[in-house]
């Protein structure tokens, strides 16, 4: 007699611990529900990730570990208290540590499936050799396609925008009788701001007339204050936190493009096909190169003394300074 397996009812995924990687699963979660369509779907990523599970079309639920939580003792008291989380079939190590691996053994997954780079393979079940000079995108597919023993060919991820929650202080804005051509500026932090102050003066003087939605992730009111310093001329700003899904998609729908200076918000903004110019004003380690998003941000890398860079797919040139960068913003955003 042919031995049937148990059903996998419940998974549980460890997320990589940085902001900025969160889109970068985006992907494999895809891919895990689309796999298992009736297992519950339970992620751990750290103090401040969460927001962004919240913009993928299916059910979970992400729970954050406090930064107070992050030595051996107090994962496992952390795992022992998180009473949510129970009877795991199947646990997906992203974060390829030990302390994440103890994290799986602690809620007593059945499989614990990672790539062995150290200590962590002694708590994993199913470990794989780690794939070199591979983004973590490509890396978190592959650990699935390993574990299937099957490759997933036509895998790519995108979101279709709805309407959203209307944003009661500029929701009046976009009912006038010829509604404004918004842009919107996603800021990361006040510290990276205030160092790219110059550059942003010489953006926002390079327009006339504008209107725009600033959007920041932390420190809005700082960000508010610092922007309520710069001379605009005739541009208006208009600030927004935007931290409910359903307000931010409201405002994708109806801003004619998206500038940032934010991995975080240039991944949400691809994933739901919003046309970006993303600001890169320091030499990143590794940039997402979003393999299997149906969309492609654009990017413009300042250095100083040196003129701008622009990247779009496999074009590559050079822009002398912020006036033709906003030329090209123009062109890309019809204004």
């Not at 393979?121 to 650990?143: A, D, G, M, Q, Y």
Request: glycine residues 4%; hydrophobic residues 40%; charged residues 25%.
């Amino acid at each position: 007699m042919e031995l049937t397996q148990d059903p996998i009812r419940k998974i549980l995924i460890k997320c990589p611990p940085a902001l900025n990687d969160c889109f970068n699963l985006f992907p494999f979660l895809v891919a895990v529900s689309e796999e298992f369509p009736t297992a519950e779907l339970f992620l751990v990523c750290e103090e401040g990730t969460a927001l962004a599970y919240q913009f993928l079309p299916f059910k979970l639920r992400a729970f954050e570990r406090p930064k107070a939580k992050l030595n051996l003792i107090e994962t496992h008291h952390y795992c022992a208290n998180l009473h949510d989380i129970f009877n795991i079939d199947l646990f997906f190590d992203l974060e390829n540590s030990f302390n994440s691996a103890f994290m799986g053994f602690n809620f007593r997954a059945k499989e614990r499936v990672g790539y062995g780079v150290g200590w962590n393979k002694h708590l994993l079940t199913k470990k794989f050799p780690e794939p070199l000079n591979t983004s973590l995108e490509r890396k978190c597919v592959k650990l699935l396609e390993l574990y299937l023993n099957k490759p997933l060919m036509d895998l790519k991820v995108s979101r279709v925008r709805t309407e959203g929650q209307k944003v009661a202080p500029v929701e009046q804005l976009f009912q006038e009788p010829e509604p404004p051509k918004f842009v919107m500026v996603m800021l990361d932090n006040i510290v990276n701001v205030t160092r790219q102050i110059d550059y942003w003066k010489k953006f926002f003087d390079s327009f006339n007339g504008q209107k725009f939605v600033i959007w920041s992730q932390q420190d809005e009111e700082l960000i508010s204050e610092l922007f309520a310093r710069i001379d605009l001329g005739e541009n208006s700003l208009y600030m927004h936190k935007g931290s409910n899904p359903k307000e931010l998609t409201y405002l994708f729908n109806k801003v004619m493009g998206v500038v940032t200076n934010n991995l975080w918000a240039e991944g949400l903004c691809n994933y739901y096909g919003v046309i970006q110019a993303s600001f890169l004003f320091e030499a990143q380690a590794a940039l997402p190169d979003y393999f299997y998003f149906f969309f492609k941000p654009q990017r413009f890398v300042f250095q100083e003394n040196a003129p701008v860079q622009f990247i779009y797919m496999d074009e590559k040139r050079e822009l002398e300074g912020m006036n033709h960068v906003v030329d090209q913003i123009h062109f890309n955003f019809k204004l």
